[in-house]
């Protein structure tokens, strides 16, 4: 395999034949790392090579099924895979190689609801059921197509501290949760909604990590403290080394839809991504998305939540927008809940009256350009151009 064929693999482990397991980390501020894989005669350890644009890599053989494994970098500090697909010993344990491709699906002729059509279930499945797993979620599908939705939206299911979380501060984006089942329990999870007309639009996290767990900051510039987030910092997809960064997240949006058949993606808090480049990233991964879409031959649909109230979210690609099929509508929740509530305290001292529930049922946002107390400045613009079925519309979020 040649270097620059290794490096077009996916990031991690990637089973490469019978036997052989393909190795790829993007470290470009290290000049030597090495893979540490353990075996039944104790753990074993193997030199990547250094390869283009700051990635390492290499192909390993001999290797007995899926391995658990570590990257060791040159200070003698031994970590898991950023690109991890299990943490089965949780964030600070080893990375455990998948093969997605284990799994038998039965799901080919299943397709979602267009989103206009699309009633969407918010669920987390920690506290779902009391097991709190994917495999216990099954049982009760019957009961959510007896309600009347036609779409889940599980919370993110990304590895993180512990066994129940929100999972908005996850550690690994590529790793599905172990106590809720992990990658194989995630795939019967979505196969089972298949198999109940429920479509499965997963909720990503794409503006911050952790804090808890996280290991990308030991390997590369995934981060800028040029921007920062309420959460934490910035994600890096606009400073150097950003190239490999949107790569790092496009793939991961790319393997949801590609080894886990999800129907869509609901991006968190895309307003926390600060891109002032001419080709924001967003933009780029839509295209991805959409084009891979196209490839399977099956429709996936792309959500944003975004504070902004800028109808270029859903506006198309070639019109410069970012291309998301549509986005949460905030301002129809907030103008219910301070009218039905009285709520005032933070963004709530914007909304409470009837003439603005009223807005955002026949105009998309409430705020187009007008003074927002909250923010202290104009806020918003024209919903005028965003079709109806582009906006999702709530009476109760996780929030």
Not at 78 to 96: E, F, I, L, N
Not at 169 to 190: I, L
Not at 319 to 324: H, P, Q, S
Not at 343 to 362: F, K, P, S, W
């Amino acid at each position: 395999m040649t270097p620059d064929s290794l490096v077009s693999r996916p990031l991690g482990a990637s089973n490469a034949g019978e036997r052989s397991w393909a190795f790829l980390v993007w470290a470009p501020d290290h000049d030597t790392v090495s893979v540490r894989v353990e075996t039944s005669k104790g753990p074993r350890t193997e030199s990547l090579d250094p390869l283009s644009r700051g990635y390492h890599g290499a192909v390993v053989d001999d290797i007995e099924g899926p391995p658990t494994y570590r990257f060791e970098l040159p200070d003698g500090d031994v970590m898991a895979d950023p690109a991890s697909r299990w943490q089965p010993d949780g964030v600070h344990g080893p990375s455990k190689a998948v093969d997605p491709a284990e799994f038998v699906w039965h799901d080919t002729a299943f397709r979602p609801a267009p989103v206009s059509e699309s009633i969407i279930y918010e669920l987390h499945v920690g506290t779902f059921t009391p097991d709190g797993t994917f495999d216990t979620a099954i049982a009760h599908l019957d009961e959510l197509v007896d309600l009347g939705v036609n779409a889940v939206e599980p919370m993110p299911v990304n590895a993180f501290p512990g066994t129940r979380n929100w999972g908005y501060d996850g550690a690994f984006p590529f790793a599905v949760q172990d106590s809720y089942g992990g990658p194989a329990g995630f795939q019967r999870f979505v196969d089972a909604c298949h198999a109940h007309g429920l479509a499965v639009i997963l909720d990503v996290v794409y503006n911050h990590l952790g804090p808890e767990g996280t290991v990308l900051a030991k390997f590369a510039p995934y981060f800028t403290d040029v921007y920062a987030t309420p959460w934490g910092a910035a994600v890096n997809v606009s400073e150097s080394g950003s190239d490999e960064v949107r790569r790092y997240f496009i793939e991961n949006a790319e393997m949801w839809v590609r080894d886990y058949h999800v129907d869509g993606l609901r991006l968190d808090a895309i307003h926390g991504i600060v891109d002032p480049t001419a080709s924001p990233f967003l933009r780029e991964l839509t295209d991805a998305i959409d084009a891979l879409s196209e490839r399977l031959g099956r429709p996936v649909h792309l959500i944003a939540e975004s504070a902004d109230n800028n109808p270029e979210v859903v506006t198309a690609r070639d019109a410069n927008g970012l291309g998301f099929h549509a986005q949460w509508n905030d301002d129809f929740h907030h103008a219910l809940h301070a009218l039905l509530t009285g709520e005032r305290d933070g963004y709530y001292q914007d909304y409470g009256d009837l003439e603005q529930l009223a807005r955002a049922v026949n105009d998309g946002f409430v705020f187009q350009g007008e003074y927002s107390k909250f923010r202290g400045r104009r806020h918003g613009a024209s919903a005028r151009s965003i079709p109806p079925d582009h906006l999702v519309v709530f009476a109760q979020n996780h929030d």
